[in-house]
Nanobody, 123 residues
Framework: QVQLLESGGGLVQAGDSLRLSCAAS????????MGWFRQGPGKEREFVAA????????YYADSVKGRFTISRDNAKNTVYLQMNSLKPEDTGVYYC????????????????WGQGTQVTVSS
């Protein structure tokens, strides 16, 4: 079992940066694939980024590629999402998620979820 807690959200202006953190509790954190999803107002939850056991394997949604960077520190049981050049369309609740085995961009394949952290980007 894995429990996740997101932090680092806030209110920023377009072009600013934020770094989200997801602290995980539970055994064998290093064997889990970690992902970030987001849900804007009135929208469905969508995939943002994912990372496998090491920082060598990452995948990003086209909408954030080149601006966002996902990373993890297994010693601290923490995954990060560095968000640069933020746009108003990045606004939403950002969720951290975890799954066993292989990389996935499918929401339904993640087993554990955090409560989310709000990111608001003003024009």
């Amino acid at each position: 079992q894995v429990q996740l807690l997101e932090s680092g959200g806030g209110l920023v202006q377009a072009g600013d940066s934020l770094r989200l953190s997801c602290a995980a509790s539970g055994r064998t954190f290093s064997t889990y694939v970690m992902g970030w999803f987001r849900q804007g107002p009135g929208k469905e939850r969508e995939f943002v980024a994912a990372i496998n056991w090491t920082n060598l394997g990452t995948y990003y949604a086209d909408s954030v590629k080149g601006r966002f960077t996902i990373s993890r520190d297994n010693a601290k049981n923490t995954v990060y999402l560095q968000m640069n050049s933020l746009k108003p369309e990045d606004t939403g609740v950002y969720y951290c998620a975890a799954r066993k085995l292989s990389m996935s961009i499918r929401l339904g394949e993640y087993d554990y979820w955090g409560q989310g952290t709000q990111v608001t980007v003003s024009s």
